[in-house]
């Protein structure tokens, strides 16, 4: 079945601690994206991606770094500048509609989600 | 600009009852406008979406929803709630060219009481 992995399910940091977050989709999609997840905050995107070795900061990018080496992966760090990293994160991923007069009706396709906790 | 305003964090309704969720948005170009559903500890799931025509927008799980520009709402309705409709919902904004320019909002959960 076609879909996005995200692993681990729960992570834990420690002070000064970067750790990276793992996804990956078998969607073929061209864009991915990373959001975070705050209890009654909604969702607010950190990174994104329309094409492998190119990414763009999204609301939230400061203390977080991202790569795009290849297609089917988009792995997050999370870094110790990153002062209130506790959240959900999300992986998404999308078919890209650039060129087709239709930008802006993605569908995302998400992850189950990484609960990162600090120690 | 655009934002999104759900009213209502939590929404309890009785199984079989009338299920109504609320989303106003705000936008200043013609809006595209998703509801998407989170059960616990999963991603989100696209529900339904609206960016032109009908505007009474028909989804799965037995889900509606209509768009009202007069009103600049967006309120998903189910006739009748089951169990397992019972998980968090979330209304987002786009525009025509947005790329990348989703707007959620903070999310109603909705309890289903047996």
């Known amino acids: 079945d076609g879909g996005i992995t995200q692993s681990p399910k729960y992570l834990f940091r420690k002070e000064g601690q970067n750790v990276t977050l793992s996804c990956e989709q078998n969607l073929n999609h061209d864009a991915m994206y990373w959001y975070r997840q705050d209890p009654g905050q909604g969702l607010r995107l950190i990174y994104y991606?329309?094409?492998?070795?190119?990414?763009q900061k999204g609301d939230i990018a400061e203390g977080y770094s991202v790569s795009r080496e290849k297609k089917e992966s988009f792995p997050l760090t999370v870094t110790s500048a990153q002062k209130n990293p506790t959240a959900f994160y999300l992986c998404?991923?999308?078919?890209?509609?650039?060129?087709?007069?239709?930008?802006?009706?993605?569908?995302?396709?998400f992850g189950s989600g990484t609960q990162l906790s600090v120690l | 600009a655009q934002s999104v305003t759900q009213l209502g964090s939590h929404v309890s309704v009785s199984e079989g009852a009338l299920v109504l969720l609320r989303c106003n948005y705000s936008?200043?170009?013609?809006?595209?406008l998703f509801w998407y559903v989170q059960y616990p500890n999963q991603g989100l799931q696209l529900l339904l979406k609206?960016?032109?025509?009908?505007?009474l927008v028909k989804g799965i799980n037995g889900f509606e929803a209509e768009f009202k520009k007069s009103e600049t709402s967006f309120h998903l309705t189910k006739p009748s709630a089951h169990m397992s409709d019972a998980a968090e919902y979330f209304c987002a904004v786009s525009h025509s060219g947005g790329y990348q320019k989703v707007t959620f909002g903070t999310g109603t959960k909705l309890q289903v009481i047996p």
């Open positions: 998404a991923s999308s078919i890209d509609l650039r060129g087709t007069g239709k930008t802006g009706q993605e569908k995302l396709f």
């Open positions: 936008s200043s170009v013609p809006p595209y």
């Open positions: 991606s329309q094409i492998v070795n190119d990414f």
């Open positions: 609206y960016t032109t025509g009908a505007t």
